[in-house]
């Protein structure tokens, strides 16, 4: 991480309070108005991936094409495009990935971002932006009530994430690369420092991520065990 940028310092702090409170405030105005939510929707999602191609030419422009190293395989680069998959579509399983890895992931990252350029830089602008929509994007959808998990969902999804880190994996093993950080930890403090030396971080990983995808279930978890009994009596007449 480079030295400009101080973490947890006051651009750090503003950055995460702002984040959420765009996130809150764009589904109290979904709520209000469904053609209000529409056009948030949608104009959020075409930021987004307008963001990211911009990246895409970014790249490689100043880079040229870059393999292995230089491919979308990380988690974040999956939950960003399933964000904005779901965020046109409203589609309940591209939701349920979205909103369980990338609030996690992109959470984390905007905790402890990974810099790799100065803080005033455009790479370090995108990385933000980037992280910073798909969360507000996901607390927008969880919040309006415009999308939500089903029931069984956090193990679903988890097992999606499995399958994506082994064949990820794999591709680190053939190509000696590190993408999700299988390989090897981040040059600058993450909370992956907590949980111990390769290959131990991955199984705290593991766990860690269990944990987030109960706590993120736990809201709508609430609303089901309101409902159930309504649900219950209403089955139950002649």
């Not at 996690?104 to 992280?131: E, K, R, V």
């Not at 009530?145 to 994430?161: N, T």
């Not at 000696?176 to 705290?204: E, F, H």
């Amino acid at each position: 991480m480079n030295l400009d940028f101080q973490l947890f310092g006051p651009a750090h702090l503003l950055i995460l309070a702002v984040v959420p409170g765009a996130g809150a405030a764009l589904a109290k105005a979904c709520r209000r108005s469904s053609r209000a939510g529409r056009r948030f929707r949608f104009g959020l999602g075409s930021l987004m991936a307008l963001n990211e191609l911009a990246w895409y030419a970014y790249r490689l422009h100043s880079e040229g094409f870059q393999f292995p190293g230089g491919l979308p395989l990380n988690l974040c680069d999956l939950t960003l495009w399933l964000t904005i998959a779901a965020v046109f579509t409203l589609h309940p399983w591209t939701f349920e990935i979205a909103y369980f890895v990338g609030l996690s992931g992109s959470g984390m990252a905007l905790l402890t971002p990974d810099l790799w350029a100065p803080f005033l830089s455009y790479p370090t602008l995108y990385f933000f932006l980037a992280h910073g929509t798909v969360v507000v994007a996901l607390l927008m959808l969880a919040g309006s009530g415009l999308a939500a998990p089903r029931p069984g969902s956090v193990w679903k999804v988890f097992g999606v994430l499995n399958a994506y880190a082994t064949a990820v994996g794999i591709f680190n093993v053939a190509f000696k690369t590190n993408y999700m950080y299988l390989c090897r930890k981040p040059a600058g403090p993450s909370l992956l420092d907590l949980l111990g030396p390769w290959p131990l971080y991955i199984v705290g990983c593991e766990v860690v991520a269990v944990i987030m995808f109960w706590l993120l279930w736990l809201p709508f978890r609430s609303r089901d065990e309101v409902a159930t009994p309504k649900s219950t009596i209403k089955n139950a007449r002649p």
